[in-house]
């Protein structure tokens, strides 16, 4: 009976431990779906009331690169007129990027071009080694870089870019 008892302790501690883990696993799960409400919330909060379509970008990409854990990157739209990408907001090291000449691109130029051709969202490693970077000319260094389609009613209006200094972050 005590090595029963014995026994039936220790699958008792063994219950108890996978249970703690599973709940630290769900409660960390929780935070993370938490922090993506809040985003979320934010950028709803902006749409609403921001004055202008430059200040809602801006204030949505400040709310939404910290999702992918970086404060850089930029949201590009199509220029109806030219029919080229154009930078409306930008951001670097968390801070707003304005009055900066930025390079436009063609709509099948670049990694942009082809998100914008494809509609999919596409992860550059590395820009050093991917054939389908095209370096813009305002001389910002960065080695990785996510590009992910705006779509409305399933056509790309633009893109939201998001990068970093660093190899693979993505």
Sequence with gaps: QERDAYV???LANQAAVAM???IRRRA??????????????GIGHIIGTAPTLED?????LAHGLPGVRTNEGSIMLVDQKTKVLEIKAGLVQGEIVTDKEHRQFKQDEGIVG????????YVCHDV???????????GRKFRSLICVPILVRGRPVG???ADSKQKAYF
């Design 8 to 10: 039936l302790g220790l």
């Design 20 to 22: 703690l883990e599973e």
């Design 28 to 41: 960390g799960e929780l935070e993370r779906k938490t922090q993506q409400l809040r985003m979320l919330n």
């Design 56 to 60: 809602m970008l801006q204030a949505a």
């Design 114 to 121: 082809h998100v914008y051709k494809t509609g999919q969202a």
């Design 128 to 138: 050093e080694s991917d054939p389908l970077f095209t370096e813009s000319f305002t």
């Design 159 to 161: 893109l939201i870019n």
